[in-house]
């Protein structure tokens, strides 16, 4: 009894200590980096102190992360990409709360130059400012999908003028891009090699002409143009 215990000097055994919580800093580190989303990330960084200066280390050594569906504002997201310094993949979807100030801060930290691949795919809060500004510094960037937001030519022309590795881009429902800006993009990014168009108001006469600048171009599109005389996949 506890009584009996405190009479006779008795020490209740001590608790044991999660294994978990026995792994070194580093080693946990590297097992929240394995986390495939922000909200996993954000969980295990509730768990305790040690667990979020983890968190911080895995960032700091993951290459891809998804905040698609997750509701992160602007500076919660460019917080976590600033820790990302390695990052190459970066995906923030919709669900998103981002914002064009979102995608300024974003564009300062470290990772950007190296960016290989970028979604802003579904975000209503964007325009051109924001997505020039970002494009401008990843230089790298060889896939971007910009699909169902607002932007215009002014977009493309940003994308044509510093990614000159993209290899691919999605438009869906980029009801605003003109030829124009499609014609730029494919006279100054050699290694393009597939455009997703569907829903954009350019006629197929036009997609045409984007084939005749680059012959091997994917077009991806939606049946309105099947029977065009394009390439479409």
């Known amino acids: 009894m506890a009584g009996d215990d405190a009479r006779s000097g008795a020490v209740a055994p001590a608790e044991e200590e999660p294994h978990v919580e026995r792994l070194p800093a580093d080693i946990l580190a590297h097992v929240l980096s394995l986390l495939p989303s922000f909200h996993d990330l954000s969980m295990a960084g509730a768990v305790s102190r040690r ?31 600033r820790a990302a310094v390695n990052l190459r993949d970066l995906d923030i ?28 795919w579904g975000l209503a809060g964007i325009t051109d400012k924001g ?19 607002f932007i215009t030519d002014e977009s493309l022309y940003a994308v044509a003028d510093s990614c000159p590795n993209l290899k691919s881009i999605i438009l869906w429902s980029c009801r605003h891009v003109t030829e124009a800006g499609l014609v ?46 394009v390439q479409v996949a």
């Open 51 to 81: 667990w979020r200066r983890a968190v911080g280390r895995s960032l700091a050594t993951r290459r891809r992360l998804s905040l698609a569906g997750q509701r992160t504002g602007d500076e919660s997201t460019a917080r976590l990409v």
């Open 93 to 120: 979807c919709w669900g998103c709360h981002i914002t064009d100030q979102g995608l300024l801060d974003i564009s300062s930290a470290a990772c950007v130059g190296n960016l290989t691949s970028v979604s802003l």
């Open 131 to 149: 997505v020039v500004h970002l494009v401008s510094r990843a230089r790298s960037l060889q896939h971007l999908n910009i699909g169902g937001t």
């Open 184 to 229: 730029a993009l494919v006279n100054k990014c050699p290694e393009l090699e597939c455009i997703n168009v569907g829903g954009m108001r350019v006629s197929p006469e036009s997609f045409a002409g984007l084939q005749s600048i680059s012959p091997a171009l994917r077009i991806r599109s939606i049946p309105q143009i099947l029977n065009a005389d």
